[in-house]
């Protein structure tokens, strides 16, 4: 089991062009968590799907973000327009719920950063 | 506002001691996980609790069983290797995502 796949490690883009984020969850897991992680911010839940279905998108930025789960082995993250403030560490969960999420299980991230 | 609370911010520890850390909710969830991200910034979950205690070696988590509004990590014995940064995530009830706290940097000193 390879974990949850995270591409790429590292990305880095010029202000004002297009991050396009991927994820491959755990094979098996139905849920799929993107959070975002700075020095001052800590660990931001962006969004989550189940089942491929947007359950919550409650943290995602209204604009420029959006995520995407088009079939049960990979996520995407897009982020239109890059921004300075967009740069973070960007990681992806993924587990598989019972009654409750259970326990998440995180890619190793992929650093962005707006030069 | 924070809904996870975590303390201390930082703590150095020498080795062989033992602490504990602590995460304080404002309000009551469902379930609490518990995670270490090392130097390379990967995150490992250390614990998944619904409620009660477990253990694993020389660490031990606990869930406040009764109004599930804090719980903590104890370290027994701590190790170089203990050093990283420890999180704590919450799960709300209905709410199906985790929040995390700030974390606590442990260094663990010979």
């Known amino acids: 089991n390879a974990g949850v796949i995270q591409t790429p490690r590292h990305k880095v883009t010029g202000k004002g062009q297009e991050a396009t984020l991927w994820c491959e969850p755990i094979?098996?897991?139905?849920?799929v968590f993107w959070y975002r992680q700075t020095i001052v911010q800590g660990l931001e839940f962006l969004t989550y799907?189940?089942?491929?279905?947007?359950?919550?998108d409650s943290g995602m930025p209204k604009e420029r973000f959006s995520a995407q789960m088009p079939n049960q082995s990979h996520s995407t993250l897009k982020i239109q327009s890059t921004q300075p403030q967009d740069s973070a560490v960007y990681l992806c969960?993924?587990?598989?719920?019972?009654?409750?999420?259970?326990?998440?299980?995180f890619g190793h991230g992929t650093k962005l950063s707006v030069l | 506002g924070d809904q996870v609370e975590q303390s201390p911010s930082a703590l150095s520890l020498h080795e062989g001691t033992d602490s504990a850390l602590r995460c304080n909710f404002t309000?009551?969830?469902?379930?609490v996980q518990w995670f270490r991200q090392n130097s390379r910034g990967s995150l490992i979950s250390l614990f998944y609790?619904?409620?009660?205690t477990k253990e694993n070696g020389r660490l031990k988590s606990a869930f406040d069983s009764k109004e599930r509004r804090y719980s903590t990590l104890h370290i027994r014995d701590a190790q170089l290797e203990d050093s990283g940064t420890y999180f704590c995530?919450?799960?709300?009830?209905?709410?199906?995502?985790?929040?995390f706290g700030k974390g606590t940097s442990l260094t663990v000193i010979p």
């Open positions: 969960a993924s587990s598989s719920p019972g009654l409750s999420n259970e326990r998440l299980f």
């Open positions: 094979s098996g897991h139905s849920a």
């Open positions: 799907f189940r089942n491929q279905a947007p359950i919550d």
């Open positions: 309000t009551t969830m469902r379930s």
């Open positions: 609790l619904a409620s009660g």
């Open positions: 995530a919450a799960e709300a009830p209905g709410y199906q995502n985790f929040y």
